[in-house]
Every structure is written in C-alpha cells, then in structure tokens.
C-alpha cells in the first residue's frame, strides 16, 4: 500500500511555507502511482502563494514485491552519513517490511535497499523497471545516460571530458562506444550535423581513453606474468641467491 503524508514544504521560490500531501512509499503493483513515479510526476506541487509549479525534493521509496526490488531516492544522498540516511527513509523502510505477510518479513533485500541520489534516477529506474528491465540493468541504463549528457555538455572541452571517463570506468567502455556510434549514426540520418559532431568529439575520445587504459592493462599484465622470469634471474634484486 502506498504512504502518503502531510508534509511542511517551503516554496523553492517565494519561500513560503505551506502543508502538502507527498506519496513517500509507491508498491509496484500500484499502477496509477508507478505510472506516475515513471513519468517523473510524483510529488508535483502548486504553492499556494505564488505560481511555482514542481517535485518536491522529498526522499521516495519503490518497492516491487513480486520481483524483491527495493529503491529508496534520497535527495542530497552524496552528503549524508548512514544516520542521515536512516533519519531520511528508515520510516518508510520500517513500513515497507511491515506491510509484507510475516513470512516474508526476513526477505535479504528489504534490508538492503538500492540508494538513489535523485528522484529523476528513481523515475528513469521505475521507467525501465515497468518496461521489464532487470533493477541492475535499469539504474545502470539511467547512470549512462546522465553521464552521457554531462559528457555531451564539455563542447570542447576535452580535460572534463578525461576527468569524467576516469570517474565511471564501468559506466565509459566499448558498450557506450556502440551507443555513441549508433546516435551519430541516427543524427547523420535526422541530417542533425552539429549533433552528429559533438558526438563524434565525446566518441573519438572516449576511444582514445579506452585504447589508452586498455594499452596500460596491457603493460601491466605483462609485468606481471614476466615477473618470475626476472626473480629468477636476480635482475629485480628480490632473489639474493641468483645474483651471486
Ligand atoms: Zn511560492
């Protein structure tokens, strides 16, 4: 069953105050709430004093029993020490175990929920989830995508760029490449030739990242493998035996 409360919410513009219904608990098989979630439109507010319209920045908690995926988006996660967390969603977590049949309150994954820093990567993830993409696959997909865009925001700027593939090496390899290589192909079909060139940038040098990290493994891996050879000989100066 869904959790909703009332909540105390200052306007992110006119600064004012005011009380507003915020769902903190969606069930997967609640599909009005998970479309919703999907859409990117759970928690919208009117305030009530000046025209702003928008999410509130609310921690949110999905849950699909069926398939034992739990979510928990956490606005300002990357700040927050374990007991901010707890203080932010342990409620909704309680709940959540609670409202299970008693046989499945000790289910592992109830205790371990998968942490999200934004409610737009919970609703790409409930997106992908309702589409029925496994949990792994649909946070990685929404992480790409964020990074892609930020990547395609550096324009010409190839140091961000760097400093962005270093940051995900799971997230900038070949599979990224191929979906870098398959929308240039889509701009170029679109005939969107400034898109197709700024991807191409991101492209070219994410290949020139991967063939560099990949050269680097390469070396090392071959160091290693070599390395009993050298002991061996007393050339690394390991082995005081095999020098005299
Ligand atoms: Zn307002």
Redesign the pocket.
């Known amino acids: 069953m869904p959790r909703t409360q009332q909540v105390k919410i200052t306007?992110p513009?006119?600064q004012?105050p005011f009380v507003s219904d915020i769902t903190t608990i969606i069930e997967a098989d609640d599909d009005v709430l998970a479309e919703r979630l999907a859409a990117g439109e759970l928690n919208k507010i009117d305030?009530p004093?000046?025209p702003?319209q928008g999410m509130v920045s609310y921690p949110v908690v999905y849950h699909d029993r069926q398939h034992r995926v739990l979510l928990a988006a956490i606005p300002g996660l990357e700040a927050m020490g374990e007991e901010d967390v707890w203080n932010a969603v342990g409620e909704d977590l309680q709940w959540v175990v609670g409202a299970m049949p008693p046989a499945r309150q000790n289910d592992e994954y109830l205790y371990h929920p998968r942490l999200l820093p934004t409610l737009e990567i919970l609703s790409g993830a409930v997106s992908a989830l309702r589409r029925g993409v496994d949990a792994d696959t649909a946070i990685r997909a929404v992480y790409r995508s964020q990074l892609l865009q930020a990547l395609l925001m550096t324009g010409k700027d190839v140091n961000t760029r760097r400093a962005l593939f270093r940051e995900s090496p799971d997230l900038a390899d070949e599979e990224m490449l191929g979906i870098l290589n398959s929308m240039i192909d889509e701009s170029l079909r679109d005939a969107n030739l400034s898109s197709a060139a700024r991807l191409t940038d991101v492209r070219d040098d994410l290949a020139t990242h991967l063939r560099n990290t990949t050269g680097l493994r390469r070396i090392r891996e071959h160091v290693e493998q070599r390395r009993p050879d050298l002991d061996s000989t007393g050339l690394t100066g390991s082995n005081e035996e095999g020098r005299r």
């Open positions: 306007c513009r006119c004012q305030c004093t000046c702003f």
